[in-house]
């Protein structure tokens, strides 16, 4: 079974500072792994995935993750929010990249204040 | 390239009532999800399908559930009859064979 753990349901921060939205990961299997974003009344957009290889991971709107599997965290971090960060985001896991149900975190609500 | 098509994107209804959800994928993408978002909470799959053939059905609540996907297309998801705890957003995802999860808009169902 896998599943993962997002740690904090709610994060503020001010804009122009780091983000880092924390997730933890349970797999018997490796893992694939991804962060998504929801905007409200939206669906879900990919930010970035980990499927094999290196495991620092760049997504979109400077967003990137590591996959560190000694910690099994996939930490979510961007160096500067913008007001336009604040959304929803979900850490998900998956055993395999395609064509398999995602397991999702809760979800942590960022909030971005001037 | 259009991405997937949900209706309606809202519905209320009174307890009791059916109420069916429709669900157009991306064009070519094979495997079609179905997942349900509760308040404050992740998507949950509800079914999976690979072409026509439902492959992981095993969290759909099938006394009062049901979904089909004819010709390996568009999508329907049933409800009947609804119950206040099926209040939440339906959501919809498409993928091609080898590639990531597209997600629709969700409908918001309100089940009074």
């Known amino acids: 079974a896998q599943s993962v753990t997002q740690l904090g349901s709610h994060v503020s921060v001010s804009e122009g500072a780091l983000v880092l939205l924390r997730c933890n990961y349970s797999?018997?299997?490796?893992?694939?792994l991804f962060w998504y974003v929801q905007y409200p009344n939206q669906g879900l957009q990919l930010l970035l995935k980990?499927?094999?290889?290196?495991?620092l991971v760049k997504g979109i709107n400077g967003f990137e993750a590591e996959f560190k599997k000694s910690e099994t965290s996939f930490h979510l971090t961007k160096p500067s929010a913008h007001m336009s960060d604040a959304a929803e985001y979900f850490c998900?896991?998956?055993?395999?990249?395609?064509?398999?149900?995602?397991?999702f975190g809760k979800g942590t609500s960022l909030l971005v204040t001037p | 390239e259009a991405g997937v098509v949900q209706s309606p994107r809202y519905k209320i209804i009174e307890k009791k009532q059916p109420v069916a959800f429709w669900c157009n994928p991306i064009?070519?993408?094979?495997?079609l999800y179905w997942y349900r978002q509760n308040l404050g909470q992740g998507p949950e799959l509800l079914i999976r399908?690979?072409?026509?053939?439902?492959?992981?059905d095993s969290q759909l609540p099938k006394d009062r559930f049901s979904a089909e996907r004819l010709k390996g297309v568009d999508s329907t998801l049933k409800i009947q009859p609804a119950e206040l705890g099926d209040s939440a957003v339906y959501l919809c995802?498409?993928?091609?064979?080898?590639?990531?999860?597209?997600f629709g808009p969700g409908t918001r169902l309100t089940v009074l």
């Open positions: 995802a498409s993928s091609p064979y080898d590639g990531e999860q597209f």
């Open positions: 399908y690979e072409n026509e053939e439902a492959v992981d």
């Open positions: 980990y499927t094999t290889g290196a495991t």
């Open positions: 998900a896991v998956s055993p395999r990249y395609s064509g398999y149900a995602l397991n």
């Open positions: 064009s070519g993408h094979n495997t």
């Open positions: 797999s018997s299997v490796p893992p694939y």
